[in-house]
């Protein structure tokens, strides 16, 4: 079955250091997502992607975060400078259609651990 | 941001009997609902869902009920089953909007 990867599993980085999380959608999809759960909270949207631009951002993705689809099949996330509250498992997501109706995919998951 | 809510935050069930999981949502322009597991360090796994012109959908062991009024929908599992335990997460999109808004969770243990 068709599957949402993501790489790395588990990463620890110093605050103030920039960090890439890198996911491979579902090869036939063409919307993708980040979301995340910081320790004990909710899963929280933070971004959407399709045709090589954002299409939904939330609050919590500033200037500090930025998406990018480098080479057709990768889809990234970029930190650049973590802070401590960063620390969090992020999820990559893809779907088919961005439609209401249209299931949302996930990845296992990168956990970040910023120190 | 309580749009969703899973008022409980923990269920235990005896195998075979059936599972209730509840969800609440405020948002009355929330048009999709989606069940999804999730184990421990991995990601959500979607179940199920329901569009706002339904009022149930059944897969197998799973039957999703949707009650706009209240703003209310509810995953039943029946019979369930040992490998059901995990966390179990509500969430809802509205008007074709990208993003779902999930629930706090609600972790389901089935006893032997």
């Known amino acids: 079955e068709p599957e949402v990867t993501q790489t790395p599993s588990h990463q620890v980085t110093q605050m103030g250091q920039e960090v890439i999380l890198r996911c491979v959608p579902i090869s036939n999809h063409l919307y993708f997502y980040w979301y995340r759960q910081i320790l004990g909270q909710k899963v929280e949207f933070l971004v959407s992607?399709?045709?090589?631009?954002?299409?939904?951002k939330s609050e919590i993705f500033d200037d500090q975060f930025s998406v990018e689809r480098p080479d057709g099949s990768n889809f990234t996330l970029k930190i650049r400078s973590t802070k401590l509250e960063d620390s969090a498992m992020y999820f990559c997501?893809?779907?088919?259609?961005?439609?209401?109706?249209?299931?949302?995919?996930f990845g296992e998951g990168s956990w970040l651990t910023v120190v | 941001d309580q749009q969703v809510k899973q008022n409980s935050p923990s269920l235990s069930v005896q195998e075979g009997r059936i599972s209730i999981l509840n969800c609440d949502y405020t948002?009355?322009?929330?048009?999709?609902f989606l069940w999804y597991k999730k184990y421990p360090a991995e990601g959500p796994t979607f179940l199920i869902s329901?569009?706002?012109?339904?009022d149930k959908n059944e897969d197998g062991r799973f039957t999703v009920f949707l009650n706009k009024s209240a703003k209310h929908l509810s995953l039943h599992i029946v019979p369930s089953q040992p490998g059901d335990s995990a966390v179990y997460f509500c969430a809802a999109s509205a008007g074709g909007a990208q993003k779902l808004v999930f629930g706090q969770g609600t972790r389901l243990t089935i006893n032997p």
């Open positions: 997501a893809s779907s088919s259609q961005a439609h209401s109706g249209n299931t949302i995919y």
């Open positions: 948002n009355s322009m929330f048009d999709y």
């Open positions: 992607f399709y045709n090589n631009e954002i299409s939904e």
């Open positions: 329901i569009s706002s012109i339904k």
